[in-house]
């Protein structure tokens, strides 16, 4: 029987984005086929629909991007900050006059939902951009001495988790410091980094400042090993990371990657129960658990496990999964096939391996790329779903007796990007946090992000940081 209190279907309306049936690279301030001619789809992932057709870059089409680069970095760099700033103030307008035709782009590309899109990644990206813009003639006094001067030609590469949010963390900063940029975003996720070309356009950014590239990853390794690219920036998983770190060993290239994560979400015993559900849920269902800073691993004190647990089920049988423009979807589509059947391998080793999976009752679509909220319990830290980064909206729960243990077990992982602490007790916070070997660490709520603050990992989360005035050093030579 209907309960009388059922969502009704609330989609926002596709016909404020108008895509394409193609797209060329931008170089130089203008659409361009790729040398070769070769293009390939992308594909919406909530039904498998293609969006458009899209050019392939190859070498050639990378040595044209970073000559432009090359060639527009004398003025650009030359410019006052005061001018610099000018521009990336009117591309963070122009973002937000675009911000709901972006957002219906980013879900349709990505499969996010739209409320995700709307109302966390828009608000970032132009904020990143206002904050950076606001850097742009203040650099004398960032704390890197006097007159610090920008490297050249930077060469970025972005996932496909956060596509415009992951390219406005990484062009805001080069913009404001005087470099230029030649970007690579993900074969998935193409359509709103050439979206953001024409804002570019639409700003009057001179040309060769911005250059985008959309391909696949040979073109991804082709720009971060071209000899003329003097600084890396890269998003993604680890074991590409560390493959990126050996080409450019022994260059003067200067590096930052921020890779993968099996972030710790810590529930104390004396924690708001309701508030810290509420967190936890954000944590690893945010994004279909696509993130590189999840809270993928649950650590709950043991005298308070089943009260957690079962608030957490409650909860998770309310999460409405389904098509991502309707407003009330809380959980879209996995990225891609490939994405899904990982999730889907990983979580059956979990099982193999003797966790015990629950899985929140929910009707999964006919089309498209879905995966439905999934708990794992009485799971230990020899378990593959605990030690290795799932990227999907599976969650690992483990117990802890007392702080100790909790921080042990917090920082048994290879990886060191993120982590949660949920408790009233202030002092509580503070000593737990400077122990956790975590590149961010939240009190109380999870997946905050704000351009002032800083984010970057350890171990084989990567290195270096961005955001906030840290963000800044990657791009200067100081």
């Keep these: 029987m209907a309960s009388a209190f059922e969502y009704a279907p609330a989609p926002e309306s596709r016909s404020v984005v108008d895509i394409a049936p193609s797209y060329g690279l931008f170089i130089d301030g203008e659409f361009t086929e790729a040398a070769d ?6 594909v919406s992932p909530s039904t498998e629909e293609v969006l458009s057709e899209v050019a392939q870059a190859g070498q050639a089409d990378v040595d044209r991007a970073v000559k432009a680069a090359r060639k527009a970095f004398g003025k650009w760099s030359a410019l006052p900050g005061s ?15 675009r911000s709901r035709e972006l957002a219906v782009l980013e879900t349709l590309d990505n499969g996010k939902p739209i409320k995700e899109t709307r109302d966390a990644d828009l608000p970032l990206v132009a904020a990143h951009f206002f904050y950076y813009a606001g850097w742009a003639d203040k650099l004398d006094h960032a704390g890197y001495g006097a ?3 920008p490297l050249g030609v930077a060469g970025q590469v972005i996932p496909w988790n956060f596509p415009l949010l992951m390219l406005a963390w990484k062009i805001a900063p080069a913009l404001a410091t005087g470099n230029t940029v030649v970007l690579k975003p993900a074969e998935t996720t193409p359509l709103s980094a050439l979206f953001f070309a024409d804002i570019c356009r639409q700003a009057g950014l001179p040309k060769g400042v911005v250059n985008i590239l959309t391909g696949y990853g ?15 920036a890269f998003t993604g998983s680890t074991a590409v990371g560390k493959a990126i770190a050996r080409s450019v060993a022994g260059t003067d290239k200067k590096v930052t990657l921020e890779l993968g994560g099996k972030g710790a979400n810590i529930v104390f015993d004396d924690a708001p129960v309701d508030q810290a559900v509420e967190g936890i849920v954000t944590g690893i269902f945010f994004n279909q658990g696509q993130v590189c800073c999840a809270g993928s691993r649950l650590l709950v004190q043991e005298s308070v496990r089943d009260e ?16 991502p423009l309707d407003k009330n979807t809380d959980i879209g589509a996995i990225n891609s096939a490939e994405q899904l059947a990982r999730i889907t391998a990983l979580a059956e080793t979990g099982e193999a391996e003797g966790a015990e999976r629950w899985t929140a009752p929910c009707e999964l679509p006919s089309s498209g790329y879905w995966f439905a909220p999934t708990l794992f319990t009485n799971v230990t830290q020899a378990h593959t779903v605990a030690r290795d980064e799932i990227f999907g909206p599976v969650l690992s729960v483990l117990t802890f007796r007392t702080p100790d243990e909790a921080v042990a077990k917090a920082n048994n992982t290879q990886y060191g990007l993120s982590a949660g602490i949920w408790t009233e007790k202030g002092s509580r916070i503070l000593a737990v946090a400077g122990k956790l070997r975590a ?15 800083p984010f970057g990992g350890y171990k084989e989360s990567g290195y270096g940081r961005e955001g906030g005035r840290h963000g800044l050093e990657a791009y200067l030579d100081v």
């Design 37 to 42: 001619g070769k293009v390939f789809k992308t």
């Design 83 to 97: 001018e610099r700033a000018k521009y990336l103030f009117r591309i963070a307008r122009i973002i937000q006059e």
């Design 147 to 149: 007159n610090p001067r």
């Design 218 to 232: 040979d073109a991804g390794e082709a720009l971060v090993t071209h000899p003329d690219v003097n600084k890396v």
């Design 308 to 323: 957690v647990l079962d608030a957490l089920k409650r909860r998770l049988s309310t999460l409405r999964l389904g098509d």
């Design 439 to 453: 590149g961010v660490v939240w009190a109380n709520t999870f997946n905050k992000f704000d351009p002032t603050s």
